[in-house]
């Protein structure tokens, strides 16, 4: 048996960076900074978060830096070649699956305030 859900509540570290393909689909990615609380202070973590679809277009319209969100999702890695060195490099990720926005109605902007807390 295998698992790999990942669960991250965070504020989000800068505004979210949306690709639009000619196939349609819709790509997300933005940063996600998680407090790890330590004995002197809060030192935060940052996560790379890719989003697609529906899913991706919430977070394009809705999510602000600064904005809190929490995320599930699968722990994933982007592998290439370095073609300087020849070395063959990977970097983590979180595929994110569900989006929850968070955070009072005074927080999120615009349309958004008769928006139900939903899902995504």
Known sequence: MSINVVTLVGRVGSDPDIKYFESGTVKCRLTLA????TRNSDEPDWFTLELWGKTAEVAG???R?????AVK???RFNNWTDRQTGVNRSTP???VDQL???GSKRDIEGGMADMPSEQF
């Open 73 to 75: 999702g699968s722990l």
């Open 34 to 37: 998680v407090d790890r609380r």
């Open 61 to 63: 319209n809705y999510v």
């Open 93 to 95: 990720f979180i595929h």
């Open 100 to 102: 929850d926005l968070l």
């Open 65 to 69: 830096k600064g904005k809190q969100i």
